[in-house]
């Protein structure tokens, strides 16, 4: 499984996910509201130690179309964000992590970033929302 893949499935458990909705990977379609898990750039390896196990980053952003008509709904918006940041410091700590394949370990999810409105529709009734984040992981040799 790929660590999108895993990504993927793991952030679909988050409990202030709307029910029901699809979690994509790079792309946000259309429809409000949906979700879209999206790699960036970013360094791999960050160390090696004396055996040769890397210790690893994957840096993603989580996106999502979401109805940005009024205060409300930019102000519920803003609390997911704020929400699904805490869920994966919590996660950290309990240390509830992405399943990643045979000899690479999760040792850490979190937030590198606010969550802010990256971009409305034509008609502002709908907008994409970013949040950067990261995944830590052991590669064991």
């Not at 409000?32 to 160390?47: F, H, M, Q, R, T």
């Not at 394949?101 to 709908?126: H, M, P, R």
Request: overall charge negative; charged content about 20%.
């Amino acid at each position: 499984m790929s660590i999108i893949n895993a990504l993927q499935t793991y952030i679909k458990t988050c409990p202030n996910l709307k029910a029901l909705t699809e979690v994509h990977v790079d792309e946000v379609d259309g429809d409000v509201v949906n979700y879209s898990i999206s790699p960036l750039a970013g360094d791999i390896i960050v160390k090696t130690d004396v055996v040769g196990n890397t210790y690893r980053e994957f840096p993603f952003s989580l996106l999502s179309r979401e109805y940005t008509v009024d205060d409300l709904n930019r102000l519920a918006n803003n609390g997911f964000y704020q929400d699904f940041s805490s869920w994966m410091e919590t996660q950290t700590r309990l240390e509830v992590l992405p399943l990643l394949d045979v000899g690479q370990v999760s040792t850490k999810i979190e937030a590198t970033s606010w969550g802010y409105l990256f971009g409305v529709d034509e008609n502002a009734t709908s907008g994409v929302y970013q949040i950067n984040c990261k995944l830590y992981y052991k590669q064991e040799v």
